[in-house]
C-alpha cells in the first residue's frame, strides 16, 4: 500500500478572493470562545468522493469549484481576510495587554489541486486497518497554529484526484473564526452553491458577548511569544470503528439497566458515544485500565459541548463563530474501574445535564476576569477527550458529483486520548457511528 506524502504531486495553487467591489474591509472582533482557539491547529477534515458521473470529468469538477469559491467567500467573508494583533496601551503609552482581531483586508482563502497518481480509493477507506499516513498529504497547512492565521489563510481548500478517478476534497478552517458547527456549515453551503448557485442558510456573523463585556477581548501579554505554544504530537495509530444502529441500541438499553437511579436517563448523543464504544475497549474505562493508573489516580473525560443551543435566549443554529467549552467529569480511577459502564455514563450525563445557560455564563465572565488561550499541551495522558458529532450532516455535502463514501481528518488536533466521532453514511436517522482514535505508539 502506498504510504509516502511525496506521492501527492501540487498541480496549482491560486487564492481565492471576493469579487471586486464586494470586500467588507470590516474588523470583525473575537469572543472569549474565539481568542481561546489561538494556539490549536486548524481545523482539517475531509470527504472522499468516488463513482463520479461521467459528465464530470475533473475539468468540470475544478470549474464548478471555482465558480462556488467566489461564491461561498461573499457570504462567509471573514474567511478572506487574516488575522491581526493589536497591542493596548495606558495613557503613558505603555503596552497593557494585546488584541487580536480578525481584519476583513479580503488577502483571500486558497485552492490547491493536487494529483495522488499512485493511490486509489481503496487504499484510504480500507476496512479493519490503520489510516494510512498518505492521508495527511491530502490536506494543507499541516502543523500550522490558529495564531498563524496573521499571514497564512484563513482557509485552504484541496481538490486531490487519486489514480483511480475519485476525488478527495480537503478543507482547512482556522479554528479562531469557527468551530466545528461553522466548519460543516459552511463545507455544506460551499455544496449547495457549486450545485446550485444559492445557499439557503446563510451564516450569522454576529458575535456573542454577554451582557456588561464588549471587545476586545484583552490578552494580558506584552506581546505573542509569551502565549503562542507549538505542539508536535508523537507518532499516532489511528483508526475508523464503525457501529450499527441495532448494535448501540442494545448497549444503551443494557447501560440504562445498569443505572440504578431513577434521577437520569441515558439519551443524550455523547453518552451514546461512549456506550457504543464500549465494548472495542475504547471506552474512558477501558483506557484508564490500559494506562495502568493507580486505584487513587484522577481522569478526566472531557465532552466538547455547543453553547449556542443552552444559552437562554438560543443562538442561531447559523452562529458562525466559536461556541464551545470541553466539560470534564473527573473520577479516581479506581473507583471508575470497579464500576459498571452504566455507572460511567451516569456520571458524564450529569455533568451534560449540569451544563445550562448559567453554567455558560458563569465560565465566560471567569474567562474576562482571567484570559488565556488554550493549547495542546494543556491535554495531558490522564484524560480523553471526546470531539466532533454524528450530528453533524457530513454526508450531505451534495457538490452535484455523487454522495462521498468517507470522511478522513488530516492530523491537525490529535494527541493521546482523542477520539472523534461520525455519523455513518446510511444517514436515514439512524444511530451509528465511525470513530476516530489517536493513541501513542
Known amino acids: 500500500m502506498p504510504s509516502s506524502p511525496s506521492m501527492i504531486e501540487i498541480i496549482s495553487k491560486r487564492t481565492i478572493s471576493l469579487s471586486p467591489g464586494t470586500s467588507h474591509g ?18 482539517q477534515k475531509g470527504l472522499l468522493f468516488t463513482n463520479l458521473p461521467p459528465n464530470f470529468p475533473t475539468h468540470r469538477v475544478l470549474s464548478l469549484l471555482d465558480v462556488g469559491n467566489v461564491y461561498i467567500l461573499r457570504h462567509f467573508y471573514p474567511l478572506a481576510g487574516r488575522l491581526q494583533t493589536q497591542s493596548l496601551r495606558n495613557l503613558e503609552g505603555h503596552v497593557t495587554g494585546l488584541e487580536v482581531y480578525i481584519d476583513g483586508n479580503d488577502e483571500g482563502a486558497e485552492f490547491i489541486h493536487a494529483v495522488a497518481e499512485n493511490i ?62 461553522s466548519y460543516w456549515n459552511f463545507f455544506n453551503g460551499w455544496a449547495e452553491i457549486a450545485r446550485t448557485n444559492k445557499i439557503a442558510r446563510t451564516p450569522v456573523h454576529d458575535r456573542w458577548f454577554i451582557e456588561g463585556e464588549s471587545p476586545p477581548v484583552k490578552l494580558p501579554f506584552s506581546k505573542p511569544s509569551q502565549f503562542v505554544i507549538r505542539f508536535s504530537p508523537p507518532l499516532f495509530r489511528e483508526r475508523f470503528f ?35 464504544v464500549a465494548r472495542s475497549k475504547l471506552s474512558w474505562r477501558e483506557i484508564t485500565r490500559a494506562r495502568g493508573f493507580t486505584a487513587e489516580y484522577l481522569t478526566d ?7 449556542w443551543e443552552r444559552l437562554r435566549p ?32 451516569l456520571q458524564l450525563n450529569r455533568a451534560i445535564t449540569g451544563y445550562t445557560d448559567a453554567e455558560i455564563r458563569g465560565m465566560v465572565r471567569a474567562y474576562h476576569e482571567a484570559p488565556m488561550v488554550y493549547n495542546l499541551i494543556m491535554f495531558d495522558t490522564r484524560s480523553i477527550m471526546m470531539g466532533s458529532s454524528p450530528k453533524f450532516n457530513m454526508y450531505g455535502c451534495d457538490f452535484g458529483f455523487g454522495k462521498a463514501v468517507a470522511v478522513r481528518c488530516g492530523p491537525a488536533n490529535k494527541f493521546n486520548g482523542k477520539l472523534l466521532a461520525f455519523p455513518s453514511r446510511e444517514g436515514g436517522g439512524s444511530v451509528a457511528f465511525f470513530f476516530e482514535a489517536a493513541f501513542a505508539l
Open 242 to 276: 464503525h457501529f450499527s444502529s441495532h448494535s448501540v441500541a442494545k448497549l444503551k438499553a443494557r447501560e440504562n439497566a445498569e443505572v440504578i437511579s431513577e434521577e437520569l436517563v441515558i439519551s443524550s448523543f455523547q453518552i451514546e458515544i461512549l456506550i457504543g
Open 120 to 181: 486509489i480509493a481503496d487504499d484510504v477507506v480500507s476496512p479493519g486497518n490503520d489510516i494510512p499516513c498518505f492521508v495527511i498529504s491530502f490536506f494543507p497547512l499541516n502543523g500550522a497554529i490558529n495564531y498563524d492565521g496573521q499571514s497564512a489563510p484563513l482557509l485552504s481548500l484541496q481538490l486531490t484526484e487519486l489514480a483511480d478517478g475519485a476525488l478527495f476534497l480537503g478543507c482547512c478552517l482556522n479554528h479562531v473564526v469557527g468551530d466545528d458547527t
Open 314 to 345: 438560543k443562538l442561531s443554529s447559523e452562529y458562525f463563530g466559536n461556541s464551545i467549552y470541553a466539560v470534564a467529569t473527573t473520577v479516581a480511577a479506581g473507583e471508575l474501574l470497579a464500576k459498571g459502564i452504566g455507572w460511567e455514563a
Open 26 to 43: 470590516r474588523r470583525c472582533c473575537l469572543t472569549p470562545w474565539d481568542v481561546a482557539m489561538l494556539c490549536p491547529h486548524y481545523i
Open 301 to 307: 473525560c472531557r465532552l466538547a459541548m455547543q453553547n
